[in-house]
């Protein structure tokens, strides 16, 4: 779902957007620069929880552990 945000901005700013992204992909790319810092939160929260779960870690180190032997007979 999308919600409309409406900004003001230097001229200067608004005419170099147009100019230089095009004026149909501002959204697109005030979306992009904005995305990481807004769901940085989230994703640190979603590993802080994955970490507390004991079994899944257990089983992500067996898997590890199983596959580094893999790199090591790999030619460089």
Known sequence: MQKKLIIKVDARIYD???????????????E????R???RRDLEAAYRQMAK???REAEALEWADAT???VADETR
């Open 53 to 55: 779960d004991e079994a």
């Open 37 to 39: 810092p807004v769901t």
């Open 68 to 70: 580094v032997g893999d």
């Open 32 to 35: 992009s620069l904005a995305r």
């Open 16 to 30: 170099g957007l147009h100019r230089v992204v095009g004026r149909r992909r501002v959204r697109r790319l005030l």
